[in-house]
C-alpha cells in the first residue's frame, strides 16, 4: 500500500508539473499573442423562439496560434482570468465587438444586440465600468446595443456588490444577463433585487434533452423563475428540433445553439443574417 501511494504521488507531480508548464506556456503566449493579433472574435446568432426574430449575437473570442492552431477558449480565457491578463484581453474583445458593431450599424445589417462576455476579474475591477463607458464613446457604439453576460459565480460571491456594479451598467442602458444560470445556486431573494434582463440557461442542462428528466426539470423550473420575475429566458446550445419544441412548449422566450447558427465570423454572419428569409 505504500509503494502504491508513493507511486500515485510520483504520477501526480509529474502531472502538476505538466499542467504547470503548460500553464506558463499559455501565459507567455498570450502576451505575444495580444501584441501579434492573434484573436479574432465570432459572433453566435441569438433568436426569439416565437419567430426566429433576431435578439442578438454574443462574442466569443477565438485564438489562432501560428503553431498550435485553433486553441478554444476553455483553454485559455482561465489562465487569462487568474494571470490578469483578462483585463487586456477582455478590453480587445469589448472594442473589436464594439467596432464591429458601428459597422455593421452603418451597413445596416441587423444584428440585435452584441452580447460580449464578462469575467469576475473584470467586473472586480473599480475602474471597469469607466472603461466600457470610454469605449462606447471612443468607437461611437450605442450602449442600448450592448449587452453583458455575467457569471452566476461572480454574482453570487458578493451579492450586495454585485448589484452596485451592474446597476452602474443597467443605468446607462446596457443589457444585463447572467450567464450559466443554474450551476451557481442563485437564491431568489438576490435575483429579485439584481437589475437584470436576462437569464441565460446552461447548455449543461439543455444537452441531454429529452433523455434527462432532471435536466428537463431544472430548465422547466429556471423558464417559469424567469417568467414570474418577468425576465427573458434563452437556452443556449440548442442542437435539435426536440429541444427547440421543449422549449417553446415551456415558454422559453429566446434561443441559441448549433440547430440555428454557430459562432460565425463577422462577415460570414452579415451573410447569414442577409440571406435567411426572416
Ligand atoms: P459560454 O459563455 O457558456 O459560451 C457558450 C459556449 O457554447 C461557446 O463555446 C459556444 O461556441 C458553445 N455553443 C454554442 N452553441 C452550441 C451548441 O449548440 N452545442 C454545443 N455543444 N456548444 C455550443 P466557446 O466559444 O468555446 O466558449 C467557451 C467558454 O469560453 C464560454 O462559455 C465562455 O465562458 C468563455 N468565453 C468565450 N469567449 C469569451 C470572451 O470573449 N470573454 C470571456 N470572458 N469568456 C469567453
Ligand atoms: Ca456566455
Ligand atoms: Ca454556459
Ligand atoms: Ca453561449
Given amino acids: 500500500a505504500k509503494e502504491a501511494g508513493r507511486n500515485t504521488y510520483k504520477f501526480y507531480t509529474a502531472e502538476m508539473t505538466q499542467q504547470a508548464l503548460e500553464h506558463s506556456f499559455v501565459q507567455s503566449a498570450l502576451r505575444d499573442a495580444l501584441e501579434q493579433s492573434q484573436f479574432f472574435v465570432t459572433y453566435q446568432p441569438q433568436l426569439r423562439i416565437k419567430d426566429y426574430s433576431m435578439v442578438g449575437v454574443e462574442a466569443l473570442v477565438r485564438w489562432q496560434h ?4 485553433l486553441i478554444p477558449p476553455d483553454s485559455f480565457i482561465p489562465i487569462a482570468e487568474n494571470s490578469g491578463l483578462i483585463r487586456e484581453l477582455g478590453a480587445w474583445i469589448l472594442r473589436t465587438a464594439c ?3 458601428v459597422q455593421w450599424l452603418n451597413e445596416q445589417v441587423n444584428f440585435g444586440r452584441i452580447y460580449v462576455n464578462v469575467s469576475a476579474t ?3 475591477d473599480e475602474s471597469f465600468t469607466e472603461a466600457v463607458i470610454m469605449c462606447l464613446k471612443e468607437t461611437g457604439f450605442p450602449a442600448e446595443k450592448l449587452g453583458l453576460e455575467v457569471t452566476e459565480s461572480f454574482i453570487m460571491k458578493d451579492p450586495q456588490h454585485a448589484i452596485n456594479v451592474l446597476s452602474s451598467f443597467k443605468e446607462i442602458g446596457i443589457e444585463l444577463a447572467i450567464d450559466d444560470f443554474g450551476t451557481g445556486y442563485s437564491s431568489l431573494s438576490y435575483l429579485k433585487q439584481l ?3 436576462k437569464l441565460k440557461i446552461d447548455q449543461s442542462f439543455i444537452r441531454d434533452i429529452p433523455d434527462d428528466p432532471n ?3 431544472i430548465a422547466e423550473a429556471v423558464i417559469a423563475m424567469g417568467k414570474a ?3 427573458e429566458v434563452i437556452a443556449e446550445g440548442v442542437e435539435s428540433q426536440i429541444q427547440a419544441d421543449f422549449l417553446l412548449d ?3 422566450t429566446e434561443v441559441q445553439g448549433y440547430l440555428y447558427a454557430h459562432p460565425l465570423t463577422a462577415d460570414a454572419f452579415s451573410e447569414w443574417e442577409k440571406q435567411r428569409d426572416i
Fill in 229 to 231: 420575475l418577468n425576465l
Fill in 195 to 197: 437589475p437584470i434582463d
Fill in 122 to 124: 473584470q467586473l472586480h
Fill in 250 to 252: 415551456k415558454e422559453c
Fill in 215 to 217: 435536466d428537463m426539470a
Fill in 66 to 69: 501560428p503553431e498550435r492552431g
Fill in 99 to 101: 467596432e464591429q458593431g
